[in-house]
């Protein structure tokens, strides 16, 4: 345990920060990452502080966790679709080559409409100290890749080659109608 509060540390930081008359934090968000001088350190999960009490959320708590995928694993994608999700991922600070194939999602909480802090998550390929794809020793099966998550600045553009789910519905039952009248002709 540290002798000296996390304000205390804060302080020593260097942390300030001017607020106009009249005003004062209300809410903050932490992230914390603890160590030691010349040694690994921790990144923790962010922290809302102040800290929610029993009580001042509602049970069940109406936050809905929304995944959005935008690549599925496994997709076959257009020379388009590619050209806008490599231009996307730039956007957000993403070097497309180290991104592995399989899934690519944004993920959020939305509270009531209001969607919250957007996520990417995806697969990168690790690369070592001299750039290059570190194989995965383990398994023997190809590149070492790991999870990763990065806050989107930019959204992807909509597909301008998607007409909506009714259309993509009545293109499925009528494949199913279609597959079925072979059926029944043989």
Same mark, same amino acid.
């Given at each position: 345990?540290?002798?000296?509060?996390?304000?205390?540390?804060?302080?020593?930081?260097?942390?300030?920060?001017?607020?106009?008359?009249?005003?004062?934090?209300?809410?903050?968000?932490?992230?914390?990452?603890?160590?030691?001088?010349?040694?690994?350190?921790?990144?923790?999960?962010?922290?809302?502080?102040?800290?929610?009490?029993?009580?001042?959320?509602?049970?069940?708590?109406?936050?809905?966790?929304?995944?959005?995928?935008?690549?599925?694993?496994?997709?076959?994608?257009?020379? =388009? @679709?590619?050209?806008? !999700?490599?231009?996307?991922? &730039?956007?957000? #600070?993403?070097?497309?080559?180290?991104?592995?194939?399989? %899934?690519?999602?944004?993920?959020?909480?939305?509270?009531?409409?209001?969607?919250?802090?957007?996520?990417?998550?995806?697969?990168?390929?690790?690369?070592?100290?001299?750039?290059?794809?570190?194989?995965?020793?383990?398994?023997?099966?190809?590149?070492?890749?790991?999870?990763?998550?990065? =806050? @989107?600045?930019?959204? !992807?553009?909509?597909?301008? &080659?998607?007409? #909506?789910?009714?259309?993509?519905?009545?293109?499925?039952? %009528?494949?199913?109608?279609?597959?079925?009248?072979?059926?029944?002709?043989?």
């Amino acid at each position: 345990m540290s002798e000296k509060t996390i304000g205390a540390q804060l302080d020593d930081l260097g942390l300030s920060m001017d607020l106009p008359p009249g005003e004062q934090v209300i809410e903050a968000t932490v992230t914390l990452v603890t160590g030691r001088e010349g040694y690994s350190s921790e990144r923790h999960h962010p922290m809302r502080v102040p800290a929610e009490q029993p009580g001042s959320m509602p049970v069940p708590h109406p936050v809905e966790r929304r995944i959005v995928t935008v690549v599925k694993a496994g997709q076959a994608v257009s020379d =388009e @679709q590619r050209a806008r !999700i490599v231009q996307w991922l &730039q956007a957000n #600070g993403i070097d497309p080559s180290r991104v592995a194939r399989g %899934a690519i999602t944004v993920e959020c909480n939305m509270r009531g409409d209001r969607p919250g802090r957007q996520i990417i998550g995806f697969t990168e390929y690790y690369e070592g100290p001299q750039g290059h794809r570190e194989m995965n020793w383990q398994t023997l099966d190809g590149a070492l890749t790991y999870q990763r998550w990065v =806050e @989107q600045t930019v959204p !992807i553009a909509p597909d301008p &080659q998607w007409t #909506g789910w009714e259309a993509w519905h009545a293109e499925i039952d %009528a494949a199913r109608e279609e597959r079925l009248r072979q059926g029944e002709g043989t």
